[in-house]
């Protein structure tokens, strides 16, 4: 099976034909993958998002005023050159007349439909770049509305049939282009458009120079047309591509990129209903500006790397470096070892609420022993601090109490309580010794130092020697508790 992408949500040019496959017919087939994809989603689905990313890196590279700024973003009327002229010549005054005679496609706003009958005309040229003046020498007026009919209608038209000529199709186009309610370009991106042809190099000294900066011309327009009408942003594509293509044969049509934006510049950049005297000031700019479209044609129409990573992470987010293949990896072969990490994790969390909890107890004591150590001296005051040197955390802030509990004999009235003292010791005794800081020096008695100097160090002694001393140990215990019942005995 196949999941198709609707149409909708790309460009003319870039169109994702396949995105999941499992058709072993269809693997062998091109994977046609659009870069600018979320790119177009964003634009599609979110498109004040969009505009405002966009139009914030526009002004990045280029000044523009408050009302020029919100003449491109339509929050205000275009301001145009020679809006508020009174002059009216037969130029302007023709211009005007022939955009009243609307048809399904010359002279209405641009549509989809429009595109599509237009669009016929630029692939019939693309087959036909060699003849000699295309776009400057006019065709016939006869078969050209001939065509122009057939295009309003609808009805199928056959081109290659002979009946029409190259320059015929050519001048149509420029027409089409002509009539439509506002240039291609749009009347709020006009003064826009005059700020990137102003964009120049500059010195090592930081002054600004007469060479223009292509690197941040090409990025600017690149931003711009990603703000256009969806069918301005399309035809435009087409139109550009074929200038490109004518320009390319200009050895044999004797049209170069310059003589081409010449014929077009008035058709997709002018103001409408403007003069060249109304231009006086820009007219070359502008000119300029159209050729600069037509040679980097083919870099225009991709966004910015950065335009893509901030529409991608507008959906993708984090997850945008670990693909979903990647994480199934993860938790099917992967699960055994991520067990260990959610372990350790537990226990280092467990860790630190002990370490938390032993902290907070400890300053709770400390509060509690500088409140029983203000207290006035009393019995019930020596029983508290009593029971404060028991416990091993105890601290006595400045005070003569000892920190480490004093050993205490325990009292015992049986019997085998005697004996175990005697023989065994008490293990209460032993438990706080060990715990004390500061080891007491071991007491060896006189029998087990001489015994030491005969036999040697037990470390150097040979396992009968040892073996004879064990013996001789354990005979003089079994005397001493002998000793020991006789003497308990007759006391009794």
């Not at 209460?428 to 080891?439: A, F, H, M, N, Q």
Request: proline share 6%; aromatic share 6%.
């Amino acid at each position: 099976y196949c999941i198709f992408f609707p149409l909708s949500l790309f460009s003319s040019d870039a169109i994702c034909n396949f995105v999941i496959c499992n058709d072993s017919s269809l693997r062998s087939q091109p994977i046609i993958f659009n870069p600018d994809f979320f790119v177009e989603k964003l634009r599609h689905e979110k498109p004040e998002v969009f505009t405002e990313l966009v139009v914030s890196n526009i002004t990045r590279l280029i000044d523009l005023p408050g009302a020029e700024l919100a003449q491109l973003m339509g929050e205000e009327d275009p301001k145009l050159p020679g809006a508020n002229s009174t002059a009216s010549g037969f130029f302007r005054s023709l211009m005007s007349l022939k955009r009243k005679e609307k048809g399904v496609v010359f002279g209405s706003p641009l549509t989809e439909e429009g595109i599509a009958q237009v669009s016929q005309l630029i692939e019939y040229l693309h087959k036909n770049l060699r003849a000699e003046g295309l776009f400057r020498v006019p065709g016939n007026s006869i078969r050209q509305q001939i065509l122009k009919d057939a295009l309003n209608s609808g009805t199928d038209i056959d081109l290659d049939s002979g009946e029409f000529h190259s320059n015929d199709v050519a001048t149509l186009l420029k027409m089409f282009l002509g009539e439509l309610p506002e240039p291609l370009l749009t009347h709020k991106h006009f003064h826009a458009h005059l700020k990137i042809a102003d964009l120049t190099l500059f010195d090592e000294k930081g002054n600004k120079t007469s060479t223009p900066d292509k690197e941040r011309q090409i990025e600017a327009l690149q931003l711009l047309f990603l703000i256009l009408p969806a069918p301005n942003r399309s035809l435009l594509k087409l139109l550009l591509d074929l200038l490109y293509q004518t320009a390319k044969k200009q050895d044999k049509n004797k049209m170069s990129a310059h003589n081409l934006a010449l014929m077009f510049a008035p058709h997709i950049l002018w103001p409408r209903n403007v003069t060249a005297n109304d231009l006086q000031e820009n007219i070359t700019k502008l000119n300029n500006g159209v050729t600069f479209m037509i040679k980097h044609s083919q870099k225009l129409f991709k966004a910015p790397v950065y335009i893509r990573e901030c529409a991608r992470l507008h959906y993708l987010g984090s997850r945008a470096h670990t693909s979903k293949d990647d994480l199934d990896l993860l938790t099917s072969s992967g699960s055994k070892e991520l067990q260990p990490l959610k372990s350790q994790k537990r226990s280092r969390l467990d860790s630190c609420h002990q370490e938390e909890t032993q902290q907070r107890t400890e300053e709770a004591l400390k509060e509690l022993f500088r409140h029983v150590h203000n207290m006035p001296d009393s019995a019930k005051k020596k029983k508290l601090i009593r029971q404060f040197n028991k416990h091993p955390t105890a601290v006595t802030p400045g005070s003569d109490v000892p920190t480490s509990p004093a050993p205490r004999r325990t009292r015992s009235r049986s019997f085998s309580g005697l004996i175990k003292r005697k023989v065994l010791g008490t293990p209460v005794i032993l438990e706080r010794k060990s715990r004390d800081t500061t080891p007491e020096p071991v007491r060896v008695s006189k029998e087990n130092v001489q015994l030491l100097q005969k036999c040697g160090s037990p470390a150097h002694m040979s396992p009968v020697k040892l073996k004879s001393l064990e013996s001789r140990k354990e005979e003089s215990c079994r005397r001493m508790r002998a000793r020991l019942l006789s003497k308990d005995s007759s006391s009794l």
